[in-house]
């Protein structure tokens, strides 16, 4: 009736006593457990795929594996299929093809990636400035500044970014100054993402312990000083992950310039339509360039995912699970902040 334990002399455990008929677990198989349940592999990072649901028992398990051969073997139909298609269609022969073996193409298309990496680049460097003021809004102590806040902020997140661009390639020189087609797309980029990253902004600052701004007040900060020097700062560690994410999309986003602007911005999609044309192989000249941007957005995913792994090693992964959906206590400073 009674299980025979040894005694915490004999280099047992506490947990270990004698318990009536109930079988011990193993501490091995008692620490799986734990770890199972908190999410957290071997390693110490977190797995993410079981933070929205329960692990996979071996029914699901099974029904997930017939699910993915079925869809491998449509998905590899499909590209048999299509790729017939083009050979009936003439578009796999050489003569369609033979520029991707010319420098000065690669030269051309080249220049092209430049200007929609500088324009990229510049947008986002002033998409964190407006995000930083969004978010200082957004937090702001003052009820009527976090209301203009977050009036600007989702006004600017609900308008479809390629009616944004429009509006600035054809009402701003019509009623301001002449700034050209790159500056009217690095802006209206820029206004879109600075809404988005000023909640992701938000979103890292609120993350934070409220301990931490309670320890700047109790020394003699205010509310702008503890943003600025304490709560910002141990923020931006956070926030990388998904800057970077947001990087890609705002590079994705550059080549709506080549295709609503007039005159278009000679960025990357617009150097590859000018190659396929001078060619006449429209549909090659895309696809060369659809895979440049592949090979540079996956770079930049891969980093991102780099800075994901390494913040979850070194902070967990509350540290960097930030996002714009992420949540947030209120804002910084007086009660009833407002909350979207």
């Given at each position: ?11 047992g455990s506490s947990d270990e006593r ?11 198989r008692r620490n799986t457990n734990e ?214 999309t705002l590079l994705k986003d550059s ?86």
């Amino acid at each position: 009736m009674w299980a025979s334990t040894p005694s915490t002399a004999d280099n047992g455990s506490s947990d270990e006593r004698r318990i009536p008929n109930e079988r011990r677990i193993p501490n091995e198989r008692r620490n799986t457990n734990e770890r199972r349940n908190t999410n957290e592999r071997e390693d110490g990072r977190v797995d993410d795929a079981l933070i929205l649901g329960d692990e996979l028992g071996p029914r699901g398990r099974r029904r997930v594996q017939i699910a993915t051969a079925i869809a491998t073997v449509l998905l590899a139909a499909l590209a048999v299929a299509v790729v017939n298609r083009f050979s009936d269609k003439g578009q796999l022969e050489w003569d369609r093809w033979s520029f991707i073996s010319e420098w000065s193409i690669w030269r051309f298309l080249l220049r092209g990636l430049r200007n929609t990496l500088t324009a990229s680049l510049v947008a986002m460097a002033l998409a964190l400035v407006l995000g930083a003021l969004g978010a200082a809004g957004r937090l702001h102590p003052a009820r009527g500044v976090r209301a203009i806040a977050i009036v600007l902020v989702e006004l600017l997140r609900a308008t479809p970014l390629v009616l944004l661009i429009y509006f600035m390639g054809q009402f701003v020189p019509r009623y301001g100054p002449e700034l050209g087609s790159y500056w009217y797309l690095v802006i209206g980029l820029a206004t879109y993402n600075g809404a988005v990253i000023a909640e992701i902004f938000r979103a890292g600052v609120n993350s934070l312990g409220v301990g931490q701004r309670e320890a700047a007040l109790a020394v003699g900060f205010t509310d702008g000083q503890a943003l600025r020097r304490v709560l910002f700062p141990q923020a931006v560690r956070r926030m990388v992950p998904a800057l970077v994410n947001q990087l890609v999309t705002l590079l994705k986003d550059s080549s709506l310039g080549a295709l609503v602007l007039l005159p278009a911005v000679d960025d990357l999609l617009h150097q590859g339509k000018i190659v396929g044309d001078f060619r006449k192989s429209p549909l090659q000249g895309l696809l060369v360039t659809a895979a440049i941007y592949i090979v540079v957005n996956s770079a930049l995913s891969a980093v991102a995912r780099r800075l994901e792994q390494r913040q979850a090693r070194r902070y967990g992964r509350t540290e960097h699970a930030v996002g714009p959906l992420a949540e947030g206590g209120v804002g910084l400073g007086a009660p009833g902040a407002i909350e979207t």
